[in-house]
């Protein structure tokens, strides 16, 4: 079992940096991927960005170039920087595990989710 929470949501404008944290309990954390998903009101969940127990990232061409996701394994957090933010990132942001090792930008193939936390940047 894991569980996941996530911080560091707000209102920003347009160009402003922000970075989001998922802190995770549970000892299976360090084998899981981890994911980054938003929604926006009226949206599907999207994939923003994923990384592997061993480190190895995956973005979504909308944020490629300005976010950035990192993790600690011995920490158990999971962090996501975010430069160059848009009005178009507005969204609740999530993080979610996985014990899958493909179809990893789909929703569905992750077992643990956090809460949320929302972000608004405005133009």
């Known amino acids: 079992q894991v569980q996941l929470v996530e911080s560091g949501g707000g209102l920003v404008q347009a160009g402003d940096s922000l970075r989001l944290s998922c802190a995770a309990s549970?000892?299976?954390?360090?084998?899981?991927?981890v994911g980054w998903f938003r929604q926006a009101p009226g949206k599907e969940r999207e994939f923003v960005a994923g990384?592997?127990?061993?480190?190895?990232?995956t973005y979504a061409e909308s944020v490629r170039g300005r976010f950035t996701i990192s993790r600690d394994n011995g920490k158990n957090t999971v962090d996501l920087q975010m430069n160059s933010l848009k009005p178009t990132d507005t969204a609740v942001y999530y993080c979610?595990?996985?014990?899958?090792?493909?179809?990893?930008?789909?929703?569905?193939?992750?077992?643990?989710w956090g809460q949320g936390t929302q972000l608004i940047v405005s133009s």
């Open positions: 549970g000892r299976t954390f360090g084998q899981n991927y």
């Open positions: 979610a595990a996985t014990l899958a090792i493909f179809g990893l930008t789909t929703p569905s193939r992750y077992d643990y």
């Open positions: 990384i592997s127990r061993s480190g190895g990232r």
